[in-house]
């Protein structure tokens, strides 16, 4: 019996489409629009249709597929999907998102919170259970410092509580024997003491991959825990990305645009104040580890290997912190003006690709050599209408000129400026982007510079 040619025809389109839409992996066949982020799946995790958004993308908007450990973009028209995580992955077999099998184990983030001898601990842990969208993937491990009874009841009260909350005290409580002149930088040697056995106890002990880091002076948004569950990703796909940060430095809303909280950039320019460290990152550096002052060497790009970290436009912490080793002098100068984001984005259902080294490099030197060039006084008189434009600076003297002209933080930590991504710090002053950016060809920090 002879197919009719309308048939054929017919037949013919749909076997067309369906190569379009699909590819080939492995002995089957995925849909593109159904691969996801995975830290080490041997093939893609297969999405069922309940976790596909309703809403459709822009039309800008590109979707991600990963075969054979590759990433590559592709055009996307179909809805977005919601990533899945799955660790550990021993076998070929994918499992669905939400699902875990024999070889899959379940996504773990636990929150580390620092703690010594402020009461005030209980803000934090109030907002940390408000917050938290499930406590088996969200645990939190209270780590305390300097013996004070008042602050570990405060800590036990919550422990007695919740099975999920957990306590552990720093044991080596002796003082720390330091020459004269720094005698009052103690604070500081014990903080990075602290820091070491807690980071010890949660990755050597507990054996954790990965640990999201707050100290017990900060609150946080509603949308924190959203915020490192979708950035994470890029954390284990990206090597040249170290940490993801909650924290935005020039955070105050005066140079930030408020409408974009969704809108997250990459920065040499370590943030702290609510982190994300992954287990072989701290391999690497707990050898080295500081006696002090832990914070600004980790700014140091030499004891980073030179990679960055990832960093929110709107703070998802802010810190209430007046009273610490700083004598609350930081607080009030800047720390009190940081805004911090109260709108939740849904981060684990967009597209964060573009912060991806190799993404977010070249869009930033093409973005940066087409736009107007104006001076920080232009800026501030808001000239022209342009929605972008560049400063340029050339020393260190003409960037701190521009800086402080325009708002922002106007220091450096071994030459790099505080937000700055090779080189240049990108805002967001009376209305429009600003990037503050060198007038020569960039290669590296100079340390001389501050």
Known sequence: MSIPPALIAILAVFAVATAFVYTLHGNSLMPLTQFVFSESCQSCADVSSANVTAEPPALDRRCISRANDDIRMVPCNLPLVKPCFEHKVTSNTSPKCGQVDAGTAALVLPVLVIA????????????????????????????????????????????????????????????????????????????????????NHVFETL?????????DDLDISPDFFEYFLGTYPLLLKDPSLWCISAWNDNGKKEVIDMSRPELLHRTDFFPGLGWLLRRETWFRLAPKWPAAFFDDWLRNPDNIDGKSCIRPEVSRTYSFGK???SKGLFFDIHLRNIQLNYDYVEFTKLNLTYLLKENYDADLASTIYTLPEMTADEVMMNVGTHKSVKVMYGSAKSYQRAAKKMGLMDDFRSGVPRTAYRG????????????LAPDFTWTRYDPAWG
């Open 323 to 325: 009273v610490g080793v």
């Open 116 to 199: 010594c001898d402020r009461v005030t601990v209980k803000r934090c842990l109030d907002n940390l259970v408000k917050f938290r969208p499930n406590k088996d993937t969200f645990p939190i491990i209270v780590s305390q410092d300097c013996g004070h009874n008042a602050t570990y009841h405060v800590i036990k009260a919550f422990t007695d509580m919740d099975p999920t909350i957990k306590m552990v005290q720093q044991p080596d409580l002796k003082e720390i024997t330091l020459p004269r002149a720094k005698v009052k930088f103690r604070g500081y040697y014990k903080i990075a003491r602290h820091f070491k056995f807690a980071l």
């Open 424 to 435: 240049i710090v990108s805002c967001f002053v009376r209305g429009r982007r600003v990037y």
């Open 207 to 215: 054996g954790h991959e990965a640990v999201i880091i707050v100290e």
